[in-house]
C-alpha cells in the first residue's frame, strides 16, 4: 500500500451535498488533468491522493482549492470537462495577474467550491510525488478514538507485536 502526498497540506476533505454528483464532477477534472491515477471509490466516499470527499450530514464545505496543470492545454481542458460534467463557469482559462506565467481556469463545483486548475510554467520537480508507506503491515488494525490514533498489528509473535498511540492536542 502507497499514498502519495505533497510537502505541506496532507488532505483537503470536502463534505458534499450530492455525492454522486461530486464523484461525477471530480472524476472527470481529474481525468482531464492526467491525475486520475489515484482515485479511489466506495459508496460513501470519493478519494484521490490527498483529496478526500464524502456526503455532508449537514451543512456542505465550501473552498477555493487549486490543482496543478502541465500546460495551458490542461488547464483548458480542466475547465471545459468541468463544465460538461455539472461545474458553473468561474473565470475562463487565460493569464492572470497573480504572477507572471500564472495560466488558470476556474470552476465552481456542484456545491459551489472555486475549482482551480493552474500553470505557472516550465519547472523542474524534484520528485513526481512523495511516497509514504505505512509502517504497519497489511493485517493491522487502525482505529480513531476520542481524538487518537490506535494501530495494533496483528499476526506477529507476542514480543513482535507492534503497538502505537498517538494523541492530538
Do not use: C
Amino acid at each position: 500500500m502507497e499514498f502519495h502526498r505533497g510537502r505541506l497540506i496532507d488532505h483537503v476533505h470536502l463534505r458534499v451535498s450530492d455525492l454522486a454528483a461530486s464523484k461525477k464532477f471530480y472524476r472527470a477534472v481529474l481525468q482531464a488533468l492526467d491525475k486520475d491515477h489515484g482515485i479511489r471509490e466506495g459508496e460513501h466516499y470519493f478519494s484521490a491522493d490527498e483529496l478526500w470527499i464524502e456526503q455532508a450530514d449537514s451543512k456542505p464545505s465550501t473552498v477555493h482549492l487549486a490543482f496543478q496543470a502541465s500546460g495551458p492545454a490542461a488547464v483548458g481542458a480542466f475547465h471545459a470537462v468541468a463544465l460538461a460534467n455539472g461545474g458553473r463557469e468561474n473565470g475562463a482559462p487565460g493569464e492572470r495577474k497573480y504572477h507572471p506565467g500564472y495560466y488558470a481556469a476556474f470552476a465552481l463545483d456542484p456545491d459551489g467550491n472555486n475549482i482551480e486548475a493552474v500553470y505557472h510554467g516550465p519547472f523542474e520537480a524534484s520528485a513526481e510525488s512523495v511516497v509514504l508507506r505505512p509502517a504497519f503491515a497489511d493485517s493491522s488494525e487502525i482505529s480513531i478514538k476520542a481524538g487518537a490514533i490506535h494501530t495494533q498489528e496483528f499476526g506477529a509473535s507476542p514480543t513482535a507485536k507492534a503497538k502505537a498511540h498517538l494523541s492530538f492536542e
